[in-house]
């Protein structure tokens, strides 16, 4: 009798491994669109799984799944799954991670229950493009009866994206074919800004572009490439003939290493309606690497048919970022002196030397202005004019400093840094034309300044001596030679002749002579 109830609780599993699929017309709004939920599909009939809400903000993408449970079976689930875009009528997969992992749980789903389970999508899929996606997953519905064997159930929860993007226009981006070569062309250039991106309609425009640049990198044939690079840059475009331009165009994307270890992949190439290209390029970075610079020139292949109308059109992702928008660290150094700032990308910025050796700043303005920059400077000697000077002190990102304003106007002339080893000055060259809308934003990039980093500063320096002199004293005078990177404190007593003691000490705080005076 055991046998023949086995039997048929077998074929009960076993006909119950019918697609079972059904309708919904459910809408999930946010803020910046929606998510109506369409199929749900499932191998096993009585188990099922709904999307029942989305949480969709600028920092996170969440949904929210309720598994059903109708059988008389327990079913167990885990917190795997994926996320599938349907694209030329196939599904695929929407995983940015090279190396997706979850934790191997089980939750358990008694018989003729019900649970949610909240799936965070944040960093792991892309669902940004509007289009149709589907939840995929998994369970196992096990029958106790028989020693806890168990069947494999997929389902899918299927669901349409309807999002409108920040200037409230609706984008849709289709993903679209190409090809693509990764050529090494090493020219270091400090002044370029990568990535660069040209667009090549022509072979008068190939040509045009390696007669312009064949000084600037490394564009030349290169018939036995060694094993850490390509081959050569007039190898890879032989094949744009005049018959690749009637039908396509070439686009160039710059990069710029700091490991000639690094290689790259394009992961996707998508056509905006916006007209614009969208190129997400990810690094293949090895674990040990070797220290030097390279260039390259990916040459990518969009498929016939599609253009657009500028270099400004297209816009590339790095690792999922786009460098176009975020900000740029910007670091001078000198002998004994260095300076960083970090420039929001929509800033520009320079760097300057000064009238004497060694004298350098980083100036920087807003992009739309023409006139007028805010100039962060090392000297080797700084001093200004008391008359008409009025001066307080601030702070400015984790320094104390001096602002120094002329003739009561109404945007400070000056700010020095005090007890820093040199003379590090910001100067107001011109902003006040600029400073009533873009001031506070100034003083922002200003609180992201470094000086003097790994160089004791003049409070350590004291701090240091102090536990090295030996003779009594009630004054302390400190002074740092920026040639030769020397602190020199000078212990002595007011108004007293004699008794005193310099102490010397190297930029990191190494003492190397004790000096006592007559």
Same mark, same amino acid.
């Given at each position: 009798?055991?046998?023949?109830?086995?039997?048929?609780? %077998?074929?009960?599993?076993?006909?119950?491994? !019918?697609?079972?699929?059904?309708?919904?017309?459910?809408?999930?709004?946010?803020?910046?669109?929606?998510?109506?939920?369409?199929? @749900?599909?499932?191998?096993?009939?009585?188990?099922?799984?709904?999307?029942?809400?989305?949480?969709?903000?600028?920092?996170?993408?969440?949904?929210?799944?309720?598994?059903?449970?109708?059988?008389?079976?327990?079913?167990?689930?885990?917190?795997?799954?994926?996320?599938?875009?349907?694209?030329?009528?196939?599904?695929?997969?929407?995983?940015?991670?090279?190396?997706?992992?979850?934790?191997?749980?089980?939750? /358990?789903?008694?018989?003729?229950?019900?649970?949610?389970?909240?799936?965070?999508? @944040?960093?792991?899929?892309?669902?940004?493009?509007?289009?149709?996606?589907?939840?995929? #997953?998994? !369970?196992?519905?096990?029958?106790?009866?028989?020693?806890?064997?168990?069947?494999? !159930?997929?389902?899918?929860?299927?669901?349409?994206?309807?999002?409108?993007?920040?200037?409230?226009?609706?984008?849709?981006?289709?993903?679209?074919?190409?090809?693509?070569?990764?050529?090494?062309?090493?020219?270091?250039?400090?002044?370029?800004?990568?990535?660069?991106?040209?667009?090549?309609?022509?072979?008068?425009?190939?040509?045009?572009?390696?007669?312009?640049?064949?000084?600037?990198?490394?564009? &030349?044939?290169?018939?036995?490439?060694?094993?850490?690079?390509?081959?050569?840059?007039?190898?890879?475009?032989?094949?744009? #003939?005049?018959?690749?331009?009637?039908?396509?165009?070439?686009?160039?994307?710059?990069?710029?290493?700091?490991?000639?270890?690094?290689?790259?992949?394009?992961?996707?190439?998508?056509?905006?309606?916006?007209?614009?290209?969208?190129?997400?390029?990810?690094?293949?970075?090895?674990?040990?690497?070797?220290?030097?610079? *390279? &260039?390259?020139?990916?040459?990518?292949?969009? /498929?016939?048919?599609?253009?657009?109308?500028?270099?400004?059109?297209?816009?590339?992702?790095?690792?999922?970022?786009?460098?176009?928008?975020?900000?740029?660290?910007?670091?001078?150094?000198?002998?004994?002196?260095?300076?960083?700032?970090?420039?929001?990308?929509?800033?520009?910025?320079?760097?300057?030397?000064?009238?004497?050796?060694? /004298?350098?700043?980083?100036?920087?303005?807003?992009?739309?202005? #023409?006139?007028?920059?805010?100039?962060?400077?090392?000297?080797?000697?700084?001093?200004? !004019?008391?008359?008409?000077?009025?001066?307080?002190?601030?702070?400015?990102?984790?320094?104390?400093?001096?602002?120094?304003?002329?003739?009561?106007?109404?945007?400070?002339?000056?700010?020095?840094?005090?007890?820093?080893?040199?003379?590090?000055?910001?100067?107001?060259?011109?902003?006040?034309?600029?400073?009533?809308?873009?001031?506070?934003? *100034?003083?922002?990039?200003?609180?992201?300044?470094?000086?003097?980093?790994?160089?004791?500063?003049?409070?350590?320096?004291?701090?240091?001596?102090?536990?090295?002199?030996?003779?009594?004293?009630?004054?302390?005078?400190?002074?740092?030679?920026?040639?030769?990177?020397?602190?020199?404190? %000078?212990?002595?007593?007011?108004?007293?002749?004699?008794?005193?003691?310099?102490?010397?000490?190297?930029?990191?705080?190494?003492?190397?002579?004790?000096?006592?005076? /007559?």
């Amino acid at each position: 009798m055991k046998r023949i109830i086995s039997v048929l609780i %077998s074929l009960v599993l076993v006909l119950s491994l !019918c697609a079972c699929q059904k309708d919904g017309t459910d809408k999930i709004d946010f803020d910046t669109g929606s998510i109506k939920v369409t199929l @749900t599909h499932t191998d096993f009939e009585g188990v099922n799984i709904q999307i029942v809400n989305a949480i969709w903000t600028t920092e996170e993408i969440k949904l929210e799944v309720k598994w059903n449970n109708e059988t008389a079976y327990n079913v167990v689930y885990g917190e795997s799954f994926d996320i599938e875009k349907q694209t030329n009528g196939e599904w695929k997969s929407c995983v940015t991670l090279d190396n997706l992992a979850f934790n191997d749980i089980g939750y /358990e789903l008694s018989a003729k229950s019900s649970q949610k389970q909240t799936y965070n999508l @944040t960093d792991m899929f892309d669902i940004s493009e509007n289009g149709e996606y589907r939840f995929t #997953t998994y !369970c196992h519905v096990y029958d106790k009866g028989r020693g806890g064997e168990s069947t494999k !159930c997929e389902m899918w929860a299927a669901f349409t994206v309807s999002r409108t993007n920040d200037a409230d226009k609706d984008i849709k981006k289709s993903f679209i074919d190409f090809d693509a070569q990764y050529i090494r062309t090493n020219g270091y250039h400090e002044d370029v800004k990568y990535p660069v991106v040209k667009v090549i309609r022509s072979v008068d425009e190939l040509n045009a572009y390696y007669s312009a640049n064949k000084d600037k990198y490394n564009l &030349e044939r290169r018939s036995d490439p060694a094993s850490d690079s390509t081959i050569g840059f007039l190898d890879a475009v032989d094949k744009y #003939t005049a018959e690749y331009f009637e039908k396509q165009i070439l686009v160039m994307v710059l990069l710029e290493e700091g490991s000639g270890s690094n290689r790259h992949n394009i992961d996707n190439l998508k056509h905006g309606s916006d007209g614009k290209l969208y190129v997400s390029i990810r690094r293949d970075v090895p674990e040990v690497g070797t220290c030097d610079m *390279a &260039e390259w020139h990916i040459l990518i292949e969009p /498929e016939k048919d599609i253009t657009v109308a500028s270099e400004s059109d297209i816009v590339v992702y790095l690792d999922g970022v786009n460098p176009k928008t975020q900000p740029t660290t910007v670091y001078e150094s000198g002998n004994f002196s260095n300076i960083s700032l970090t420039i929001p990308h929509d800033w520009e910025y320079e760097t300057e030397k000064g009238n004497s050796d060694g /004298e350098y700043c980083i100036a920087f303005w807003p992009e739309d202005q #023409t006139e007028g920059k805010i100039k962060m400077w090392y000297y080797t000697a700084f001093g200004v !004019c008391g008359t008409g000077l009025e001066e307080k002190e601030i702070t400015v990102g984790e320094y104390k400093a001096w602002q120094g304003t002329y003739d009561n106007k109404k945007v400070w002339d000056f700010i020095s840094f005090r007890g820093m080893p040199g003379s590090y000055v910001v100067m107001n060259e011109g902003a006040d034309k600029w400073w009533n809308q873009y001031g506070d934003e *100034a003083m922002e990039i200003l609180s992201t300044v470094k000086i003097a980093e790994n160089i004791i500063n003049e409070e350590q320096a004291i701090e240091l001596a102090k536990k090295k002199v030996t003779v009594e004293y009630n004054q302390t005078r400190a002074n740092f030679d920026a040639q030769k990177g020397l602190w020199e404190i %000078s212990f002595y007593k007011k108004n007293t002749s004699g008794g005193d003691q310099v102490i010397t000490m190297t930029h990191e705080g190494k003492i190397i002579n004790l000096e006592y005076g /007559e």
